[in-house]
């Protein structure tokens, strides 16, 4: 199979060339996109060598698959040439995830929707996924009434540039500036535009895009996002309330069993999920699960993932897994 990876000289972009070649995805040819600035710039895939080209010139190279992660702009511009051109779309960005006539895929979660009328699908927010692939198995199970998240968001969610911020602050030196705040020994609860509601785009994501994962829009969420100086991974303090009663240890069961969650939870020995652990991981971790005593039927979780695998290239990888294994692509 040809594969581009639009926004390969970026910070997700080049995890998804390293998950690419991790998983041994059957490609044939590696087309590597950005923008006009990078063009000709050489990137090692797997041994050899491959040359950047700009969006326009990877449509005439008529690749079967298309992994963008170059922002909302590039897009919203591009991914209907791509779509329209043939060639089947997986989309990072925002743009199109809660456009009626697009598929936000999780594989665990809702991957049996795709179907090959699918040309452009799009990969979920990066603290969503993480949060849906555990809230998936125990809404099957015991009915999700209500969730409350709070986010602990590592700064390569951001890019480039913010893990610049952070390492220039570390060292002392006086450099551009991804956030309005200085970084390093802060934590900013704000993450993207603040909303007329007084939330921020990233907790409407979170909320919007769980409904629409979960295909289930009686679940309510609410969310508050924060920014912190750590580059691993996001971590999630997750509050949720079902309809039916559970038992913790069966609860375990349930979410062990989830295909790509890992459990570390044993407080005896000091063992919980942290962002330094879960860097370079494709798997959700969970731990410090217990039942919240102040109210009946609801339970306390902690959830870390690496946001720029599961997060963001991982899954991408496996929705295009998962498009290859049901022949849906070209
Ligand atoms: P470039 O390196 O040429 O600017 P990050 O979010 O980590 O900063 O990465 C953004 C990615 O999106 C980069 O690979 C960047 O390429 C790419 N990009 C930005 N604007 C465009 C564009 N107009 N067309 C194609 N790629 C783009």
Known sequence: MKVAVVGATGLVGSEMLTVLAERDFPITELIPVASERSKGKEIEFKGKKYKVVTPAEAIALKPDVALFSAGGGTSTEYAPLFANAGITVIDNSSAWRMDPSKKLIVPEVNGDILTATDKIIANPNCSTIQMVVVLKPLHDKYKIKRVVVSTYQSVTGTGVK?????????????????????????????IDVFQENGYTKEEMKMIKETNKIMQDDSIK??????????????????????????????????????????????????????????????????????????????????????????????????????????????
């Open 162 to 190: 913010a893990v610049q911020q952070l390492n220039d602050e570390r060292a002392g030196i006086e450099g551009e500036k991804a956030y309005p705040y200085q970084i390093d020994m802060n934590v900013i609860p704000h």
């Open 221 to 330: 969420v609410t969310a508050t996002t924060v920014r912190i100086p750590v580059v691993g991974g996001h971590s999630e303090s997750v509050n949720i309330e079902f309809e039916n009663e559970f038992e913790v240890d069966e609860l375990r069961r349930v979410i062990a069993a989830q295909d790509g969650v890992l459990i570390v939870d044993n407080p005896a020995n000091l063992e919980y999920p942290m962002p330094r652990d879960a860097h370079g991981k494709d798997e959700v971790f969970v731990g410090r699960i217990r039942r919240d005593e102040s109210q009946p039927k609801t339970v306390n979780l902690w959830i870390v993932a690496d946001n720029l695998r599961k997060g963001a290239a991982t899954n991408a990888v496996q929705v295009a897994e998962l498009l290859a294994k049901k022949n849906l692509i070209g």
